[in-house]
């Protein structure tokens, strides 16, 4: 009786023929080229992405700062006459702070910051605010200071801007 070894019931694989040896040169530098483009396109797009969504936050952190403002304006803890300033909102490059009554000196009641590198300007455009002043009726005063009276912003942040917005 004769007996077969595992090996020999194995089938046998075709010789590699010397059109199939695999990948070219060239079909590798394209495939890397590809890849490479893909990869560029992305991280432009994320670096976009990413200041859009620094640019939402800036967005936010001016409103709730314009609504802290008004809300102390509102509550007039000085008890300030309907002419006079009740609250001031402060800018300083990218630091926002909220004071009682008129000016930027003294304690800040509420703080915050936009993005690193956003650029505001507010009534005509370009214009930096020093501050945007509110009387007890919530409605803006120009105060000693020349704040703004316009409500009106611009936000930048890189490519991504917003303009033509308005506090409420």
Not at 19 to 35: F, H, P, R, S, Y
Not at 49 to 76: C, D, G, I, P, R
Request: glycine letters at 8%.
């Amino acid at each position: 009786m004769e007996t077969s070894s595992p090996a020999s019931n194995a089938p046998e694989l075709p010789a590699a023929r010397a059109d199939q040896a695999g990948v070219t040169l060239i079909e590798l530098m394209v495939v890397l080229l590809i890849m490479l483009t893909l990869a560029v396109i992305g991280a432009r797009l994320g670096t976009f992405w990413n200041q859009s969504a620094q640019l939402t936050q800036s967005q936010a952190v001016l409103q709730h700062a314009f609504s802290f403002t008004k809300s102390a304006a509102l509550q007039n803890a000085l008890a300030q006459p309907a002419s006079d300033v009740a609250a001031t909102l402060c800018f300083s490059g990218t630091q926002l702070s909220v004071h009682r009554g008129e000016g930027c000196g003294g304690a800040a009641i509420w703080t915050g910051a936009l993005a690193t590198g956003a650029s505001l300007s507010m009534g005509a455009p370009g214009a930096v605010p020093v501050c945007v002043a509110l009387s007890s009726a919530g409605q803006p005063q120009p105060g000693s200071q020349a704040c703004t009276t316009s409500l009106n912003y611009s936000l930048s942040l890189g490519a991504a801007s917003v303009s033509d917005k308005t506090l409420y």
